[in-house]
C-alpha cells in the first residue's frame, strides 16, 4: 500500500486508465496473462487489498451495484418465467443475444436430423423472436428421392427462450417431448412422426478433438449440464388436478447430441459462439441467478478490480 501514497498522482491516474481499457477491451489471453503476472508478482498485494475490500468504497460501491441490479433482473426474470400458455402465432417478445446467437446453430442441427431420418420425412421449421428469420422446408434424403411419400411436419417454435433451454438436456427425446409437452415452447402438427426425428440408431457421441481449448470447454459443458427448470404458468381448472413437483434428475449427463454435431460439422467461428453461448448459460445458473446479464457484470466489475490492484 505504500507503493500507492508514493506514486505520483497523474502516474497513478495514467496507469488505472490504461490498464482499465486493457482488462475490459482486451483479448481472453490479455486478462489471463496480466491476471498472472498480478499473481506472481505482487500476491502480497493482492491478498492485502482482499482483507480490506469492506473497507475499500471501489468495492463498496460494485457490490451495490450488483446487488441493485441483480435485483432488478431477478424481479424481471420472475415475470418472464411465468408466460402464457402455447399459442399458434408469432412470438410475444424478441429474442435476446444468447437464443439470437443458438437459433442458427439449432436450425442446422435440425436440418442434419431431417437429413438423416431413415424414412421419407419432410419438417417446415418456423422460428421465433429473431428478426430476419425465415421459415425454412427441410427434407430427408428419402423424401427427395419420394417425394409423394414423404410424411410432412410442422415444427413451430413458439418462443425464443426454447433455444436456451433447448441446450441444457442431454437427450434430444427428451429435450423435444419436455418442451413440447411440459412447457410449451414449441408446436408440432403432427408428434407421432417424432420419434422418426430424434430417436436414433447410433450410440451416444464421445468427446473427440483437437483442439485443448474445444475439449476443456466441452468437458465443464458436460459436467455442469442439468436438466432446466420446468416454465411456471398459471393454474386452470382444467390442469389444477394435474400439477407435479419437479424431481430431481439422477442420471449422469454426457455429451449431448448436439454438443456432437457442432464439434463434427460446424466451422472454428461457430464452434466458439455454441461453446460460449451454452457454457455462459451453465455458469450463470450458478453465480448469477440465471441471468446472462448479471454474470456479465460480474465478469466487468471483477476485470476492473485485477485493473486498479495492477496500478499499486
Given amino acids: 500500500m505504500d507503493a500507492m501514497l508514493d506514486m505520483p498522482v497523474h502516474t497513478a491516474i495514467l496507469r488505472a486508465v490504461v490498464l482499465s481499457y486493457y482488462m475490459v477491451f482486451g483479448s481472453l489471453w490479455d486478462v489471463v496473462l496480466l491476471t498472472s503476472w498480478l499473481l506472481w508478482v505482487r500476491g502480497d498485494l493482492v491478498f492485502e487489498l482482499f482483507e480490506t475490500l469492506n473497507s475499500h468504497f471501489f468495492v463498496r460501491g460494485a457490490t451495490v451495484a450488483i446487488a441493485a441490479f441483480s435485483s432488478f433482473k431477478c424481479v424481471r426474470n420472475r415475470s418472464r418465467a411465468v408466460e402464457p400458455p402455447a399459442w399458434d ?151 389444477a388436478g394435474t400439477a407435479t413437483h419437479s424431481q430431481k434428475d439422477i442420471r449422469g449427463f454426457r455429451l449431448s447430441a448436439m454438443d456432437g454435431y457442432v464439434l463434427a460439422h460446424e466451422d472454428k467461428k461457430a464452434r466458439h459462439v455454441y461453446r460460449s453461448s451454452v457454457l455462459k448459460l451453465f455458469v450463470a445458473d450458478r453465480i448469477a441467478m440465471g441471468s446472462v446479464d448479471i454474470l456479465q457484470l460480474e465478469h466487468l466489475v471483477l476485470k476492473l478490480l485485477l485493473a486498479w490492484i495492477a496500478m499499486f
Fill in 89 to 239: 402465432g408469432p412470438s410475444g417478445r424478441h429474442a435476446d443475444k444468447t437464443e439470437s446467437q443458438l437459433e442458427p446453430l439449432f436450425r442446422r442441427y435440425l436440418k442434419h436430423l431431417v437429413e438423416q431420418s431413415p424414412g421419407p420425412l419432410v419438417v417446415r421449421y418456423i422460428p421465433s423472436g429473431i428478426a430476419g428469420a425465415q421459415a425454412e422446408t427441410m427434407k430427408s434424403s428419402q423424401a427427395r428421392k419420394a417425394p409423394n411419400t414423404a410424411a410432412e411436419m410442422d415444427f413451430k417454435v413458439l418462443t425464443p427462450a426454447f433455444y436456451s433451454r433447448f441446450v441444457y438436456y442431454a437427450h434430444d427425446f427428451e429435450a423435444i417431448f419436455c418442451e413440447l409437452n411440459e412447457n410449451n415452447t414449441i408446436w408440432v402438427s403432427k408428434p407421432e412422426l417424432l420419434p422418426k426425428l430424434v430417436i436414433k440408431k447410433q450410440p451416444p457421441p464421445l468427446l473427440q478433438t483437437t483442439s485443448y481449448l474445444d475439449y476443456g470447454y466441452f468437458m465443464a459443458i458436460k459436467n455442469m449440464r442439468q436438466r432446466p427448470e420446468r416454465i411456471e404458468r398459471p393454474l386452470t381448472s382444467s390442469r
